[in-house]
């Protein structure tokens, strides 16, 4: 797989975003411009991070395509990406990250020589290890909820120094301070917060509603995480 001309992997400046605001987003719409108004929401909201689940569609990566020229101020990626050819579809698309539920070393190698950062999904010690040893500087822990809060520090004293990690699967808002407080880099919400229903059409905003129960949380747990992770000026100018 020959690196994309519009994809660059930087994994250093993920992270960097990601320790500015710890959270991302996963959204699953039944196409990717369905999703369209949500993300303009979200960026009124101040949301910097949003994922798009893959799909096997023709119309997938052209959509992708022009959402991301569309939202220059969000740092969009893939979700759910699981084969070569699902991530060699992303780099088509022009995403420059793309996250998976699975850890596989074919992946692995494939996103480096694409040029785009993959972050592979972690649950054993021996995974974590597998993570390191392929040189993945972001891992993400899943499924997070069942593993408990304590999971990750836990590995620390066995494994020593471990991967930048962000736990996903099963989380709601209201748990990102405390997994931001054990220990966890970043937390990634998706179906806990109901967000691709198709009640939640742009109709509530059209008609002022800017705090219908979908995205109140979100924007409730943004103005903590302002409070909480201070965004510094010589952090916002580096990004």
């Known amino acids: 797989m020959r690196p994309s001309a519009a994809v660059a992997a930087d994994p250093a400046g993920l992270i960097a975003s990601l320790r500015r ?23 009124e909201l101040g949301l910097r991070h949003v994922e798009l689940a893959f799909q096997e569609s023709p119309h997938w990566r052209p959509q992708c395509r022009e959402l991301i020229a569309a939202f220059p101020g969000l740092r969009l990626g893939a979700a759910s990406v699981c084969t070569v050819e699902a991530l060699a579809a992303c780099s088509a698309a022009g995403f420059s990250y793309v996250v998976s539920p699975i850890l ?26 597998q993570a390191r040893l392929l040189g993945s500087p972001l891992v993400k ?5 069942a593993l408990g809060r304590g999971y990750w520090s836990g ?20 748990d990102v301070i405390p997994w931001l407080r054990s220990g966890i880099d970043a937390v990634a919400l998706g179906s806990s917060l109901a967000l691709d229903r198709s009640d939640d059409s742009p109709s509530q905003a059209e008609q002022g509603d800017r705090s219908f129960e979908p995205l109140e949380p979100l924007r409730r747990l943004l103005v903590e995480l302002g409070h909480t992770w201070p965004v510094s000026e010589s952090a916002t100018a580096a990004d």
Request: hydrophobic letters at 50%; charged letters at 10%.
């Open 21 to 43: 605001q710890p959270l991302l987003l996963v959204l699953r719409p039944q196409t990717p411009l369905d999703a369209a108004p949500l993300l303009e929401r979200l960026v």
């Open 104 to 129: 596989d070393g074919e992946l692995v190698q494939h996103a480096a020589a694409a040029g785009i950062t993959l972050v592979p999904g972690v649950m054993s010690p021996t995974e974590v290890n």
């Open 155 to 174: 590995l620390r004293a066995p494994l020593g120094a471990l991967p930048f990690c962000i736990a996903a699967g099963g989380l709601s808002p209201a």
């Open 141 to 145: 822990l899943f499924p997070a909820k």
